[in-house]
């Protein structure tokens, strides 16, 4: 089976998934509105559409990472003051553990994120794929496809 374009669909869908981990953003948008808008085999909607929102998920999951050590912060911050105390945290080390535990959640959620971005590129050439509960839901219910 060949797309629009002349390329082979496993091919296209591999291409989908690597622009997805190297290409950023904006060229993976481009890219999976090409293919929602011109290519009508599903194999390969349902994989730019997976590698989309693999990388919206990561990007959400990351900055919520990013996030919560100011929450936890203000959290520490007024409960010190509260009781009185001088220093919300007694020492920068324990502001330096708190920081570094998300920063290694972070690095957890990017490196999940390649390896499954490669492991679906790798299977995208042999026109399989592996099942996503979160990801495939989401994209069978705006897509109003039948599981």
């Known amino acids: 089976m060949k797309s629009k374009l002349g390329i082979h669909i496993g091919f296209f869908a591999c291409i989908c998934f690597l622009v997805a981990q190297f290409g950023g ?6 890219l999976v ?26 990007s959400v999951l990351n900055w919520l990472i990013g996030v919560l050590p100011d929450i936890v912060f203000e959290l520490f911050d007024r409960l010190s003051r509260l009781f009185g105390a001088d220093t919300p945290f007694g020492s920068l080390s324990a502001i330096n553990k708190i920081e570094q535990f998300f920063n290694f959640l972070s690095w957890i959620v990017s490196t999940c994120k390649a390896v499954l971005l490669m492991l679906l590129a790798f299977l995208a050439c042999r026109i399989k794929t592996v099942r996503l509960p979160l990801v495939d839901n ?3 219910k705006f897509t109003k496809r039948e599981q």
């Open 138 to 140: 989401l994209i069978d």
């Open 25 to 30: 953003l904006t060229p993976l948008a481009l």
């Open 33 to 58: 509105g090409y293919v929602l808008i011109c290519e009508e085999n599903d194999f390969l909607r349902m994989s730019a559409l997976k590698a989309l929102m693999i990388v919206l998920c990561a």
